[in-house]
């Protein structure tokens, strides 16, 4: 049986590489992936903690639901790329200062 620090390491090294990537990419798609990899690092932290609740199973109820709702975040947050580059040219967000005033 592997031990929840294992699980939690883990987690913290993609919730890192996560961070990393929304904070050094100029890419408004990398920032997104960023995003979703921490979400993905919370993910796997409800379900080792669901692994021990053997009665309620509350973290892989939780885990299903913080999938849905990241698939509904990236589907709007494409959208919403799609529109920018659509009207800028562009993803990179430093370049997109219309949207600040």
Do not use: W
């Amino acid at each position: 049986m592997i031990p929840i620090t294992h699980f939690l390491a883990v987690s913290a090294c993609i919730f890192c590489i996560g961070l990393y990537a929304v904070i050094s990419k100029r890419n408004a798609i990398m920032i997104l992936v960023g995003i979703e990899l921490m979400i993905n690092a919370a993910i796997l932290n409800l379900v080792a903690f669901g692994r021990y609740d053997k009665v309620h199973y509350g973290g892989q109820v939780f885990a299903l639901f913080a999938i849905v709702l990241a698939a509904a975040a990236v589907a709007v947050g494409l959208s919403i790329i799609l529109m920018v580059y659509r009207k800028y040219k562009t993803i990179n967000p430093d370049q997109i200062t219309d949207l600040r005033d």
